[in-house]
């Protein structure tokens, strides 16, 4: 199951989430679009005000959260 993925503060404390690897318009707000890592040793050097969250999944196998984590 696909456990971390990439997040960042944006503007009046939304959060975003990166779905593309490079772009101008690589991140989104909708974490279901993210790009999802198995591993958290898997995750990409982190740039700028990255950071890496751990998703929490409910009974039904969707994502129903997330915590930030320590590489």
């Known amino acids: 199951m696909n456990n971390f993925a990439i997040a960042r503060d944006f503007e009046e404390g939304k959060t975003e ?7 101008s318009d690589c991140y989104t707000d909708d974490i279901g679009c993210a790009i999802m890592y198995d591993e958290h ?3 990409r050097e982190l740039i700028d005000d990255e950071y890496p969250i751990k998703l929490k999944y409910d009974i039904e196998g969707g994502i129903e959260g997330y915590e930030r984590v320590k590489l």
Do not use: C, Y
């Open 41 to 43: 040793s898997a995750i």
């Open 17 to 23: 989430f990166l779905r593309e690897e490079s772009g």
